[in-house]
C-alpha cells in the first residue's frame, strides 16, 4: 500500500524558511506528478504548487512565486518544497500528493499534512 509522509513544518517567525519533505513508500514517486496544497484554519485546500513528471514547475496563487520551490529526489523517493520570506498568510496545514498529472485530479495518494505556523 503507498503512503506518503511530511515531515518538516513547525513555528517559525515571519521572514524565516521551512523546507518540507515528502517521502513517499510502496510506490514511485518519481512516476507521479506531485502536488503541495495548504488548508488555512476555516479555508478551503488550495492548491500551491505542481511540479510534473518532466519537472515542470505551475504556481497556483501569485503570493507564492518567488518564495516558493519545489523539486524531488527520484533515488529518495522523496519531494520537497522550500518556502522562503514566510508569511503570516502562509500559516496552514501543507498536504503533498501524488497525481497522475498536474493537470486534473486524479489524486491517488495524499499526505497526512504538516502544520506551518508563521509568528513573532
Known amino acids: 500500500q503507498g503512503q506518503l509522509v511530511e515531515s518538516g513544518g513547525g513555528l517559525v517567525q515571519p521572514g524565516g524558511s521551512l523546507r518540507l519533505s515528502c517521502a513517499a513508500s510502496?510506490?514511485?514517486?518519481?512516476?507521479?506528478?506531485i502536488g503541495w496544497f495548504r488548508q488555512a484554519p476555516g479555508k478551503e485546500r488550495e492548491g500551491v504548487l505542481c511540479?510534473?513528471?518532466?519537472?515542470?514547475?505551475?504556481y497556483y496563487p501569485d503570493s507564492v512565486k518567488g518564495r516558493f520551490t519545489v523539486w524531488r529526489h527520484n533515488a529518495w523517493n522523496t519531494a520537497y518544497l522550500q518556502i522562503n520570506s514566510l508569511i503570516p498568510e502562509d500559516t496552514a496545514v501543507y498536504y503533498c500528493?501524488?497525481?497522475?498529472?498536474?493537470?486534473?485530479?486524479?489524486?491517488?495518494?495524499w499526505g497526512q499534512g504538516t502544520q506551518v505556523t508563521v509568528s513573532s
Open positions: 500528493a501524488a497525481k497522475r498529472s498536474c493537470i486534473g485530479n486524479d489524486i491517488p495518494y
Open positions: 510502496g510506490f514511485t514517486l518519481g512516476t507521479y506528478a
Open positions: 511540479i510534473s513528471t518532466g519537472n515542470d514547475i505551475t
